[in-house]
């Protein structure tokens, strides 16, 4: 089991509100992100849930218990870091085995979860080496393993892909969503990485200062935002937003389209030059200039496309792919 709930959660680091009270559950076995630009509170409000912080107000319910004075290591929960803190001395076996030992698991289930550990994580072969003979993707399948035998109600994770390469990190994200399919455990995990939150989360909790903007599944989120903020931020490249006469003809203070909903088309209304074309091989960005509708449209358009910097171009926005904003930001339905 590994419900978790925060009930008008809130934390202050001496006058300063850091955490504004927020109510969240998270479900037993649920994959959940937390997302939003650095300084947001991520970080704290995983401490707060792990109980390395306490909290300033407000209650935190695990399984429907009240854990809020319940000190860490009582509260279930497994922490992985973006420093992996692995013990440079120690085995790879010993150092998945320590937090066991710790708690006084007889041997005998010590090897039992560290050979399943092992498998589960691809690091059968290591279990004798060092952390300083594995490679960064190996050590932090490590400090993953260290968490897994202590067979946690929740995974929590801050940040443990951001030291790696961006090669292994696709990796290591494919990785992680494969081991909560086979172990089902609530996994919560920050990043200020939309594309990570994309594409791991069943359910993205976005924050800004401290608040909750939006919760919601990937799709959700991407097809709905509820306000500019969240518009902005998921999705990469970003949406397009528009301000002025075009987006008060759709009544509107600010409207958004995303750079696949804008067709390159002879005929279409808009029109600019082609700034940079940014060549992906399987797509084509083009960041498109004097438009008089923003400083620059993306525009999504085909791998092959034959344009390139200082052509001339007319786009099409696809009319039911407009999203709408009023003066404060917030969508209209
Ligand atoms: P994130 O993980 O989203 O980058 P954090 O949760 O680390 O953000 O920090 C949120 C805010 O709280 C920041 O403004 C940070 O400076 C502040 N903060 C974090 N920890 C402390 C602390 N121990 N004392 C004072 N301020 C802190
Ligand atoms: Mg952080």
Not at 31 to 56: H, M, N, Q, Y
Not at 252 to 264: F, L, N
Request: include cysteine; glycine fraction near 10%.
């Amino acid at each position: 089991m590994g419900q978790i709930a925060l009930e008008q959660v809130a934390k202050s680091f001496g006058d300063v509100n850091v955490i504004q009270p927020l109510d969240l559950t998270i479900e037993d076995g649920e994959f959940c992100v937390f997302v939003g630009p650095s300084g947001c509170g991520k970080s704290t409000l995983l401490r707060l849930i792990a109980g390395l912080e306490d909290i300033t107000s407000g209650a935190i319910r695990i399984d429907g218990v009240d854990a809020s004075d319940t000190p860490p290591a009582k509260r279930g929960l497994a922490m992985v870091f973006q420093s992996y803190a692995l013990y440079p001395h120690m085995t790879v076996r010993k150092n998945i085995a320590f937090p066991m030992k710790m708690s006084g698991v007889p041997e005998a289930e010590q090897k039992r979860r560290i050979e399943a550990a092992a498998k589960a994580l691809n690091l059968t072969d290591y279990l004798d080496r060092r952390p300083g003979q594995l490679s960064g993707g190996q050590r932090q399948r490590v400090a993953i393993g260290r968490a897994i035998v202590r067979e946690p109600a929740a995974f929590l994770f801050d940040e443990p892909l951001s030291n790696l390469d961006a090669a292994l990190r696709v990796g290591m994200r494919l990785e992680i969503s494969e081991l909560h399919k086979r172990l089902k455990t609530t996994m919560v995990y920050v990043t200020h990485d939309q594309v990570e939150a994309m594409t791991m989360a069943d359910k993205i909790v976005v924050l800004r200062a401290g608040n909750i903007e939006q919760i919601g599944s990937p799709l959700e989120l991407y097809r709905n935002p509820r306000n500019l903020f969240v518009a902005g931020f998921i999705g990469s490249p970003r949406m397009n937003l528009i301000e002025g006469n075009a987006a008060a003809q759709h009544g509107a203070a600010t409207i958004g389209i995303r750079p696949e909903h804008i067709e390159v088309a002879e005929n279409g209304p808009w029109r600019g030059t082609v700034g940079v074309a940014e060549h992906l091989g399987s797509d084509t960005f083009l960041h498109v200039l004097g438009t008089g509708l923003a400083e620059s449209l993306t525009v999504r358009a085909t791998g092959e496309v034959g344009l390139r910097f200082g052509d001339a171009v007319a786009l099409a926005p696809r009319e039911d792919q407009i999203h709408r904003f009023d003066a404060s930001g917030m969508r209209i339905a």
